[in-house]
């Protein structure tokens, strides 16, 4: 039980895993091993005594493995005939409703992604934690399914469910094995035209909020990353708590849920479906969902202005603890610095990053350690981040300026240029081997106005940036004196 609950999965999340295993059956598990144990794809790394390492080379090592493995006259149909990725094809629905085939037979399964415009972005300043309040609500049931016969019904299909707001976006997503499509589109369709929305089941969730608010309250982190939008926007979705204000999010109901909802609704969307999926039936799906609202209006993202105060401290009593964040303003995704600033990132980051290394492992400054990038179309921010003691804070914080300062003068290191990119591609493709992954992003990025592979694009940009190319971008956008500082401190 720990396990399952340390990693995220809800109460029933045990019992849904030991289902999924029993609904494996000697098709689905031949189709793994098809799919994944062939002589193409092994790779290999070895570690050799100095003595030996003039005679193993890679031609000896694939020579040796080709022949205790031969491949097989007729691999490439093998291989086909386990399972085979198609092009993609995005079909315009028409009033801003737009639906993407991603065919990929390797495994008998589906991931269904429906990403809508707004969130956020349709509430009013005193609305705040409406959005995500709906989206929990959204998936406890239909007009024909309680909430209790909604979890038994995935249960017993292997099936995942799960909605979502952003403050800009709204979305649902669903995973599950193919022979089961039919029954799942059914359900996605009353879910989204006839949500019950129960009374019950929204105070439910509203109990459920305000429990997260405290949680999140309790803790330096999650607290400076919850008051983060509202320190550094002074206006817009953008400046709104994502949660919400206890005092008002108690006080929602199920009008209000309901409100949004319909207006939810009738925003412009992408469905992406990746796996082994019937064309007609998905084709069916989204017509159904198109022609039940009126044309969408295109969506417009809007500039957020900057906040005017540069710091700002927050108190957690009882913790011997202090976490910094010094922010930097960078522009949105549409700018053609993203890749870089992807890329600077990456170098910044983790625990082998130049972050780490510098602050925790060489001057002993914080326990933890990172950079994260955060980015919307019209606007973002980079964000060096530490948690450390509060003797050590002012230290941090001249250590934050001293990286920045590095990083506008010197060229990173090629080795750690090398690392940066290795980890932003391998993140990237191995992330993507999920289903629910590719469908995600072909939604994400066209409800956006962007390429169908936009992130494959910007990871394939990075690869071609210079250190040079970073360095200037360093200098354009790393200076401390503009800089934003959220500070959490006992």
């Given at each position: 039980m720990g396990y399952f609950r340390f990693n995220g999965y809800d109460p029933d999340g045990e019992a849904r895993s030991l289902r999924a295993v029993r609904l494996v059956d000697a098709k689905t598990l031949q189709a793994v091993i098809a799919a994944t144990f062939r002589?193409?794809?092994?790779?290999?790394?070895?570690?050799?005594p100095k003595p030996d390492a003039a005679t193993i080379t890679a031609k000896g090592l694939i020579d040796e493995a080709s022949r205790l493995w031969p491949p097989r006259a007729n691999a490439g149909a093998g291989a086909a005939a386990a399972g085979s990725v198609a092009a993609p094809e995005v079909v315009d629905l028409g009033g801003g409703h737009t639906l993407v085939f991603l065919p990929d037979k390797t495994l008998p399964y589906v991931a269904v992604s429906l990403k809508y415009n707004g969130g956020d972005a349709l509430l009013a300043k005193e609305q705040q934690g409406l959005a995500a309040l709906s989206a929990a609500s959204l998936t406890t049931g239909t007009a024909k399914m309680t909430s209790t016969a909604l979890e038994d019904f995935l249960a017993d299909r292997a099936a995942t469910l799960s909605a979502q707001s952003g403050r800009d976006s709204f979305g649902l997503g669903a995973k599950f094995p193919s022979r089961f499509q039919k029954d799942l589109y059914g359900l996605l369709s009353d879910l989204l035209l006839a949500p019950a929305f129960r009374k019950e089941e929204v105070d439910r969730q509203v109990h459920d909020q305000l429990a997260a608010i405290k949680d999140k309250e309790d803790h330096p982190l999650s607290l400076a990353?919850?008051?983060?939008?509202?320190?550094?926007?002074?206006?817009?979705?953008?400046?709104?708590?994502?949660?919400?204000?206890?005092?008002?999010?108690?006080?929602?109901?199920?009008?209000d849920v309901t409100a949004f909802w319909a207006k939810q609704r009738e925003m412009p969307w992408v469905m992406a479906v990746c796996g082994d999926f019937d064309p007609a039936q998905v084709r069916h799906l989204a017509d159904s969902l198109a022609a039940a609202t009126k044309p969408a209006q295109p969506f417009a993202y809007r500039m957020p202005k900057w906040g005017g105060a540069h710091a700002e401290t927050l108190q957690l009593p009882g913790r011997n603890q202090t976490h910094l964040l010094m922010i930097f303003p960078v522009p949105g995704i549409e700018s053609s610095d993203t890749a870089g600033l992807e890329l600077l990132n990456e170098a910044l980051a983790g625990q082998s990053g130049l972050l780490f290394s510098r602050l925790r492992e060489g001057e002993s400054l914080g326990y933890s350690v990172t950079s994260f990038l955060w980015q919307t179309m019209k606007i973002g921010f980079l964000a060096f981040y530490i948690g450390t003691s509060p003797d050590k804070a002012e230290a941090a914080v001249e250590s934050f300026k001293r990286v920045a300062a590095d990083l506008r003068k010197t060229d990173l290191p090629d080795a750690l240029l090398l690392r940066a990119k290795n980890v932003l591609a391998g993140d990237y493709y191995r992330g993507r081997q999920r289903l629910a992954s590719r469908s995600a992003e072909a939604a994400r990025s066209l409800v956006a106005g962007l390429p169908l592979d936009h992130d494959r694009r910007l990871v394939e940009a990075a690869q071609e940036l210079s250190a040079e190319k970073l360095r200037a971008l360093a200098d354009k956008y790393l200076h401390p004196e503009s800089a934003y500082l959220l500070t959490v401190k006992p």
């Open positions: 002589p193409g794809n092994l790779k290999a790394a070895v570690l050799v990353l919850r008051r983060l939008n509202p320190f550094l926007f002074a206006d817009t979705s953008y400046a709104y708590q994502r949660l919400g204000d206890p005092a008002v999010v108690r006080n929602f109901a199920q009008k």
